[in-house]
């Protein structure tokens, strides 16, 4: 077993004394000696130590019973313990941080299961039985070696190559837990920065890629958990490269293929909408930044949105000798498909769903109003059809410029900073966000001693339009006028 002292790594001092400072590592380690076991903090808060990330949670691995030595430290800081018996875990939080604890063990698997078979093992199995090398290193909470560096695999020197290797042979920590692959991809972009990328090593690259196929034994939450850990990485286009090239992408989300490729006829293609859609959601994940600060947390359903925004391109691409490729309709055809892919990867079909797929039918209609002059009542028609999701729609339309001609690019993002200043100024004077139509159904049928029929639903829409496009002043009583006068061409005639 290989020791390193945290003292010696000078280059990582500052980010380790001020990680071990935490009070909670001297009561585990306290709680350890009482008991007579060895207790470790090991996985992503090591790894992060080094790195100089901050981290939310702390993991602690004991050779031992982890809830039992979990149920001591919670007595000892009174923190309500949480005991997963089935995964042989506890939580607890202290200073707004949460611990988790385990047992140390060995697993095994079958092939057509994710769960492992679970034995008590020491420090070392458990090591073993990680993802990554750069998961696996330890810190070590006992009174004679406090703060050493535990790392039989070479985690260190991996994090400062910036690689993603599996502790043991890929090809069984693949095959064992599928997961892992996705694992991969997501770490690979996750820690990736500008100054420094983090690489899958070619052997484990070739592995996953052998072994993509078993993704099918996966729940879709537990795939879907990993797509959000994705897309909320401030360069998610990375894991959706990475998914692509090693074959995973057909197993997981297959309508996002369909973007692939370029045909050309008679001289002439279109854009290449896979790599469009990436960048869009690069874009995306840029200006929420700047939007929301370093510290926000981002939107994944709006990122969900940038993903699928031209999910139906394919269906919808026509070629004319004149006018050249052609999409009309995309957007339509795309909101129809969200329902189905959430429905595919198990995701909720709530308002989150909901969220995505009005983005999706509306991404084209502020590009409508960059290109020609922008009238009140087109400014009306969008904020009634977005609602509060207005400033959401913009920054993806925003997010959607992806020329390659640089000025072209300003010019329109200069544009769309007029349209949202158009928005404001119809807001402030219309209210039209979350417009209600003054007049309803029941009092159509009321006032004319109408029974539901379709021609409610016509004299209503009439007057939402007539409100929209500026015909009508946006009051009940303008409202009403309006409705009496429809109602008369009509034949009908209010009852006493």
Not at 229 to 258: E, N, R
Request: glycine fraction near 6%.
């Amino acid at each position: 077993m290989n020791f390193l002292h945290m003292k010696e790594c000078s280059q990582n001092k500052v980010f380790a004394e001020n990680y071990l400072d935490n009070p909670i590592f001297g009561i585990v380690s306290s709680v350890a000696g009482d008991m007579g076991v060895r207790a470790f903090v090991i996985g992503g808060y090591v790894r992060d130590c080094f790195l100089g990330r901050k981290s939310k949670d702390i993991d602690i691995v004991v050779e031992g019973s982890g809830t039992a030595f979990a149920c001591e430290v919670g007595r000892r800081v009174r923190s309500k313990v949480s005991v997963f018996e089935n995964y042989g875990t506890a939580m607890l939080r202290y200073h707004h941080t949460e611990i988790e604890f385990v047992g140390a063990r060995k697993e095994s698997y079958s092939r057509d299961s994710r769960n492992p078979i679970v034995e008590n093992g020491t420090l070392q199995d458990d090591q073993l039985r990680r993802d990554f090398t750069i998961n696996a290193m330890a810190f070590s909470l006992q009174k004679e070696d406090y703060g050493a560096l535990v790392d039989p695999f070479g985690g260190i020197k991996d994090l400062d190559k910036g690689i993603i290797r599996t502790p043991s042979d890929p090809d069984k920590t693949f095959d064992d837990d599928p997961l892992r692959m996705l694992r991969a991809v997501r770490f690979a972009t996750k820690l990736s920065t500008w100054e420094k990328y983090f690489n899958i090593t070619p052997e484990c690259f070739e592995s996953i890629k052998r072994n993509a196929y078993r993704l099918e034994i996966l729940s879709k939450e537990r795939i879907v958990d990993e797509l959000n850990k994705i897309l909320v990485t401030p360069h998610p286009s990375m894991g959706f490269d990475l998914m692509d090239k090693a074959g995973m992408l057909q197993y997981i989300l297959p309508d996002l293929l369909k973007l692939k490729g370029v045909q050309m006829v008679e001289g002439r293609a279109h854009k290449e909408n896979f790599s469009h859609t990436l960048q869009v959601v690069d874009n995306l994940a840029e200006m929420e930044v700047d939007a929301i600060g370093k510290d926000g947390e981002p939107n994944v359903w709006l990122r969900w949105a940038a993903l699928l925004h031209d999910i139906g391109k394919p269906a919808s691409k026509r070629f004319d000798s004149v006018t050249g490729w052609s999409f009309h309709g995309h957007e339509v055809i795309g909101a129809r498909m969200i329902p189905r892919i959430f429905s595919s990867l198990k995701m909720p079909l709530n308002e989150k769903m909901k969220y995505v797929q009005k983005l999706v039918a509306l991404h084209l209609r502020p590009q409508a109003l960059v290109m020609e002059d922008v009238t009140d009542s087109a400014v009306r028609r969008l904020l009634f059809d977005a609602g509060d999701d207005i400033e959401d729609l913009m920054l993806l339309c925003k997010a959607d410029i992806t020329s390659k001609n640089e000025h072209k690019v300003e010019v329109l993002k200069s544009n769309f900073d007029l349209v949202m200043g158009k928005i404001k100024e119809v807001e402030e004077k219309d209210a039209i966000r979350n417009w209600k139509n003054p007049i309803t159904g029941d009092y159509i049928m009321e006032l004319f001693g109408l029974p539901p029929c379709k021609l409610l639903g016509e004299l209503k829409d009439e007057i939402k339009d007539a409100i929209l496009d500026c015909k009508c002043d946006n009051t009940f009583e303008a409202a009403d006028a309006l409705l009496r006068r429809l109602a008369s061409e009509r034949g009908l005639t209010p009852v006493k």
